[in-house]
């Protein structure tokens, strides 16, 4: 962790804040059990957050908080079951990095805090999610010591898994996409693969984040065994 480096205060929660968003019923880690896959999502304010776990509980194509501004304040969890297996998948939607209304630091206190909650009935982290926006210059890693505060609250061993997901793909023309994602991979996200990082593309479907959430899982991605293409 960085040298001096003192927790900020995560502001201050509505007194009594919504059970339900957009992407449906918000849970605590005691609603939680030792079968579930946790994953943290993460990126930019419009990097398409919400938009990929919607995709992954088979909702459609409606906008979902990509606007400039982040409409998620706080940490948040909610569920999408597997399309085969049943299993659950919870999500931690997280507000937006650099974001002007939550800092960096005290997202990353939101998280440390919901994690240690679920840790103590029994939950540990499965992977996490860092997406990126193809069209967009800025990078989606959080920058200098808030990165080095991730891994310290998350662990050394949660670099292997995380994937760097693009994203808006369908904003973007694909040669010079795939130069971006070539040139983001060769620098600036250069040492966080040699870490042990992903790096995949997301296609804004059902299939693509299934596919995403297979290969950080660990398990089979073929369409026999998980019932997709």
Known sequence: MPSGFKYPKAEKEPANPTSTSQLGEILMPN???ADDSLII???LT?????????????????????????????VQAVVATHPTSKRRFIFIDTPGFNTPTVSNKVIMVQVS?????ARNVGIKLSAIICLHRITDNRVVRPAGDDFELLVELCGQ???????????????ANEEPGIRRRNA????????????????????????SAWRILAELEGTPSNSEETGLP
């Open 46 to 74: 419009g990097s398409g957050k919400s938009s990929f776990i919607a995709r992954a509980q088979g909702k459609g194509h409606d906008p979902i908080n990509n606007q400039l501004r982040d409409k998620t304040f706080f």
């Open 113 to 117: 805090d919901w994690l240690a909650n």
């Open 41 to 43: 999502v993460m990126g």
């Open 31 to 33: 609603q939680l059990s």
């Open 157 to 171: 061993k949660a670099v292997a898994k995380m994937m760097l997901v693009t994203t808006m793909w369908g904003e």
């Open 184 to 207: 983001l991979e060769k620098e600036f996200w250069k040492d966080m693969i040699n870490g042990g990082c992903g790096s995949r593309r997301f296609d804004n479907t059902k299939e």
